[in-house]
């Protein structure tokens, strides 16, 4: 087995105990085949969980930080931005520096971020298996030229680990748990349980659609006297699922 079969081989077994492999046949520019395929697919999922954590923190949280030694909330989505910009500017070969370098407010911040990505997509869309594969010089060594996107992936998930924790200690519930939390409300007295408060707020309930959304669902369930013991499909919830 050469190096690079032997490389793409771990990629591919590490992406799938990630059980991000199944999601990468609905992504396209690579075949099934392709080791870029999973790597795609686990780059465009890392950047749907950070782009939430970003957006549910409200503007006046954005100078928040758990103690005086670390960056805060703003800080470290400027420092996103950079990253993003640092390791997909490797793949292309160029050098954009960081544009939310000097950005204050949250909507400036949010859209320097959602460019960042859509720079990201811009590399993606031009890499092919035979340039991902090219040897760059980084840091006084030669590495291939797509270890910069395992890299801008293993730096947005570090600080998405990062974010949540500043949104928790906030009183706020990371979007992607929101929903897990929703289907963990189990009925009380024959009747459906009001959300937690967690859940009752936040901004990413000011989005009108997930507004009535939510609202609907919680309404038809206090119509429900009787729901089945173990709840209808859609609201199974097990205990070991993991939560943000």
């Not at 105990?17 to 085949?33: E, H, K, R, S, Y």
């Not at 811009?122 to 890499?127: C, E, I, M, P, R």
């Not at 030229?145 to 974010?163: F, V």
Request: charged share 25%; proline share 7%.
């Amino acid at each position: 087995m050469t190096r690079n079969s032997f490389t793409r081989s771990v990629v591919a077994a590490a992406l799938a105990i990630l059980g991000i492999v199944g999601a990468a046949a609905a992504q396209p520019g690579f075949p099934a085949t392709s080791f870029l395929t999973p790597a795609k697919a686990t780059w465009e999922s890392t950047r749907n969980l950070v782009i939430g954590i970003v957006e549910v923190m409200p503007e006046d949280k954005y100078d928040f930080k758990p103690t005086p030694d670390v960056r805060t909330f703003r800080d470290n989505v400027i420092h996103l931005v950079a990253e993003n910009y640092l390791f997909f500017g490797r793949v292309a070969g160029e050098n954009l520096g960081n544009p939310a370098q000097n950005l204050k407010s949250r909507d400036e911040l949010i859209k320097a971020l959602r460019e960042s990505y859509d720079y990201g997509a811009k590399v993606w869309a031009g890499l092919t298996e035979e340039k991902a594969l090219e040897m760059i010089e980084v840091r006084d060594q030669k590495v291939q030229r797509w270890s910069a996107i395992l890299g801008a992936i293993q730096d947005n998930m570090n600080h998405y680990g990062n974010l949540v924790v500043y949104v928790r200690l906030n009183g706020l519930v990371p979007p992607r748990s929101a929903g897990r939390q929703l289907r963990a409300t189990r009925p009380s007295g024959g009747r459906w349980a009001r959300p937690p408060d967690a859940l009752a707020g936040g901004p990413w309930r000011e989005r009108a659609g997930e507004h009535a959304r939510l609202r609907a669902r919680w309404q038809a369930r206090s119509r429900c006297r009787h729901p089945p013991a173990a709840g209808p499909a859609s609201l199974n919830y097990s205990p070991t699922q993991k939560t943000d």
